[in-house]
Each structure stands twice: as structure tokens, then as C-alpha cells.
């Protein structure tokens, strides 16, 4: 990502990247090392995105949004509120109501963290992006303040009943953060 953006000229086409981590807590830049609040066999990563630390494993879906600002003719707060809307409209297509937190990027359902976004900014252009919880082992949570945040609660789809597979969920994620991107 950061030798992408750091290689990026006007007419580079902007990508969004797709995968799934092995088991790995990332610690943004401004992350304090007090949210790592047991330890475990699991690495901590600082990273250069925004936010403080969370926690990516398998079935997660984590998507790198690769954009040019400039091109898009909006900052990247409106790009935060439009990844989230994504978010928001694919669990809404399958009955689950979610929500933004003030203060808190990302999504919820009932208060819960279904997907945490973490970004930075080089010369107009995005990397890092967000993860989005969908069948997945949340016990490495459990050792962590999620993003920052003392007793935040997790949740993923399957707890809520949407049974997307990994693919299912890359797909609909990635139509949804396209629309959402574009439009």
C-alpha cells in the first residue's frame, strides 16, 4: 500500500484491495500501548494508519481503499462517511439495522463493532481502510480495547444471523464500497 501510494501519479487508477490477515493486532500511529490489555501469542504491528489498536484474522474481510482524493472531489471525512454508509446499506440489504457512533469510526449493531476503519492520507491519496467482521473467532478482543475504546463490544455477521461466506461478503462489500466510493 505504501509503496503503491508513494508511486501513484494523476492518472494512476485508483484500486481497492481485498484479503484476509493471519492472526495480527495492528497499532495505529497515535496508538497507546495501554489498549493491549492482555497478552497473548497474537503480534502487534504498528502500522501508519490512523486510530489505535485492533485486532484482524480469518473471516475478516479487510479492504485496502486505494483512492485519490482529488480526483474524487471530496475529503477524507466524507470518505470515511461513505465507507460506513457501505457498511450500513450491505447489512441493511440482509435485515440488520447498523449505525455510526459519533466519535467512534466505524459501524455498529446495538452497540456492537461490526467493522472499524482506520485510514491515512499521502498527498491526496488513501491506504489502510477497514475490516469487516463476518465469521470469525472474537476472543483475541477480548484482549484489547477495540480501537481504543474501554469495554467495546464486537460482533460479526454471523452472530446476527447473516450468513454470507467470506466470498459472499467480499463481493457484496466491495459492490457496496464501490457504489459508495463513486457515486
Avoid at 489505535?52 to 480526483?71: C, E, N, S
Avoid at 465507507?83 to 435485515?95: C, R, Y
Avoid at 439495522?97 to 467493522?115: E, N
Wanted: with cysteine.
Amino acid at each position: 500500500m505504501q509503496e503503491f501510494t508513494a508511486r501513484r501519479t494523476p492518472d494512476t487508477p485508483d484500486e481497492l484491495w481485498l484479503l484476509e490477515h493471519p492472526p495480527v493486532y495492528t497499532q495505529g500511529q497515535a496508538g497507546r500501548a495501554e489498549h493491549l490489555i492482555a497478552a497473548t501469542d497474537i503480534p502487534v504491528v504498528p502500522i501508519d494508519r490512523g486510530g489505535q489498536i485492533t485486532y484482524h484474522g480469518p473471516g475478516q474481510v479487510v479492504a485496502y481503499v486505494l483512492i485519490d482524493l482529488r480526483r474524487r472531489g471530496y475529503g477524507i471525512r466524507e470518505l470515511v462517511t461513505r465507507m460506513e454508509q457501505a457498511v450500513i446499506d450491505l447489512l441493511a440489504a440482509h435485515g440488520v439495522v447498523a449505525t455510526r457512533l459519533a466519535g467512534a469510526p466505524g459501524v455498529y449493531v446495538d452497540g456492537a463493532k461490526i467493522a472499524a476503519l482506520g485510514l491515512r492520507v499521502k498527498h491526496g491519496c488513501t491506504y489502510h481502510g477497514l475490516a469487516f467482521n463476518v465469521d470469525m473467532d472474537l476472543t483475541p478482543f477480548a484482549a484489547i480495547n477495540p480501537c481504543g475504546y474501554a469495554g467495546m463490544r464486537v460482533t460479526q455477521c454471523r452472530a446476527l444471523g447473516v450468513g454470507l461466506s467470506l466470498q459472499q461478503a467480499e463481493q457484496a462489500l466491495t459492490q457496496a464500497l464501490l457504489a459508495a466510493i463513486y457515486s
